[in-house]
């Protein structure tokens, strides 16, 4: 039996990289739902910018969510799809009943701050596994990532 899977990485590096894959996707998830909550809750002389900017953001959310979890897939492993595991794996926690604009900008400041770290642990993880799928993933969405959160400081200043 070989011990490399179906797209040629080691069994056992791909095992590694797909549960730190599953670690993100967990945070994207909950992330996700904070920024979703953000865009209907949002109150304030910011509502419009803010709530159109969290539906961009939680519109590429989703997105990323589903990537990440097609990844997992081609790893040769299967995505965490339960809340009830996300909460337990996540970094990121719940944000309930936020409505003043500045707080909902930091927790989206917050999130990706998480989403950023552990993309630089998954980016260095999947570098050592040989892994240029999962690198190049991590490393695109650290860059747009970087980006956002400069343009959302800016706009607390």
Avoid at 2 to 15: D, E, P, R, V
Avoid at 22 to 41: C, D, K, P, S, T
Avoid at 82 to 91: P, R, T, W
């Amino acid at each position: 039996m070989s011990s490399n899977n179906t797209i040629g990485l080691k069994k056992a590096s791909a095992s590694q990289v797909a549960k730190k894959l599953n670690e993100l996707l967990a945070n994207y998830q909950i992330f996700y739902m904070n920024v979703r909550g953000y865009h209907w809750n949002v109150k304030g002389r910011q509502f419009f910018q803010l709530h159109e900017k969290f539906e961009e953001l939680y519109t590429d959310l989703l997105t990323k969510v589903d990537e990440v979890a097609e990844r997992i897939l081609t790893l040769g492993h299967q995505p965490v799809h339960a809340y009830s595991d996300y909460v337990k794996i996540a970094k990121i926690q719940e944000d309930k009943n936020v409505q003043d604009g500045e707080t909902c900008v930091r927790g989206v400041l917050q999130g990706y701050q998480v989403l950023i770290e552990l993309q630089r642990e998954l980016l260095s993880l999947a570098s050592n596994a040989e892994d240029e799928g999962t690198a190049a993933q991590a490393g695109d969405y650290i860059r747009e990532q970087e980006k956002t959160v400069w343009m959302l400081t800016s706009h607390l200043s």
